[in-house]
């Protein structure tokens, strides 16, 4: 299985940016597609698409979310951070089955 | 819009079998792929399965960690998802969610979940 490792928690300011990784134990890169995903899940909430194929944003997000990266490593950004961003982010791989998740970053607020 | 409402969930003994239900409206159904995952309280989703469209044969995967007890079936009249869910064991115990996928596994809608707890 690939394993998709993030750091567990980030504090950041209001209106500075944040930036979370994801680290993948193999890469998840084809030719064609950099087939990382994130996810944002508040509390009490189902997970919400934000960026899908490691860049591409997600049909109603804002554009203060990006992302970017290839092969094993990639990056999240939220430029500039709001108070609704509170949540926990997922990287999510499709590179191969079993499709598999990070085990996410809680953003918090300094 | 795009809607996935599950139900089924609550509280089953340990062995014991459960079917969970998701109705879909908002999109063509049989388009899609749809997607069961599973998130313990306080943990990371978990990947259970997914079911093909029409296109690919409506054919299923599973993640080995379910392979063989849980199964996924649609009713493309309905636009009904299932998971059959066999043996449950105390760490099945989750918020169940189904979510439909676009090209490449990109989980684009998710329902609100339904609870499963396994407990004597």
């Known amino acids: 299985d690939i394993v998709l490792t993030q750091s567990p928690a980030l504090a950041v300011s209001l209106g500075q940016r944040a930036t979370i990784s994801c680290r993948a134990s193999?890469?998840?890169?084809?030719?064609?597609?950099?087939?990382m995903h994130w996810y944002q899940q508040k509390p009490g909430e189902q997970p919400k698409l934000l960026i899908y194929d490691a860049s591409n944003l997600a049909s109603g997000i804002p554009v203060r979310f990006s992302g970017s990266g290839s092969g094993t490593d990639f990056t999240l950004t939220i430029n500039p951070v709001q108070a609704d961003d509170i949540a926990t982010y997922y990287c999510?791989?499709?590179?191969?089955?079993?499709?598999?998740f990070g085990s996410g970053t809680k953003l918090e607020i300094k | 819009e795009v809607k996935l409402l599950e139900s089924g969930g609550g509280l089953v003994q340990p062995g014991g079998s459960m079917r969970l239900s998701c109705a879909a409206s908002g999109f063509t159904f049989t388009d899609f792929y749809m997607y069961w995952i599973r998130q313990p309280a306080g943990k990371a989703p978990e990947w259970l399965g997914f079911?093909?469209?029409?296109?690919?044969?409506?054919?299923?995967e599973y993640n080995p960690s379910v392979k063989g007890r849980f199964t996924i079936s649609r009713d493309n009249t309905q636009n009904m998802l299932y998971l059959q869910m066999n043996t449950l064991r105390a760490e099945d115990t989750a918020t169940y969610y189904c979510?439909?996928?676009?090209?490449?596994?990109?989980?684009?809608?998710w329902g609100q979940g339904a609870s499963v707890t396994v407990s004597s």
């Open positions: 979510a439909r996928a676009q090209l490449t596994h990109v989980m684009d809608a």
């Open positions: 193999q890469s998840v890169s084809t030719s064609s597609y950099n087939l």
């Open positions: 999510q791989q499709s590179r191969e089955l079993p499709l598999t």
């Open positions: 079911i093909r469209n029409k296109a690919n044969g409506y054919t299923t």
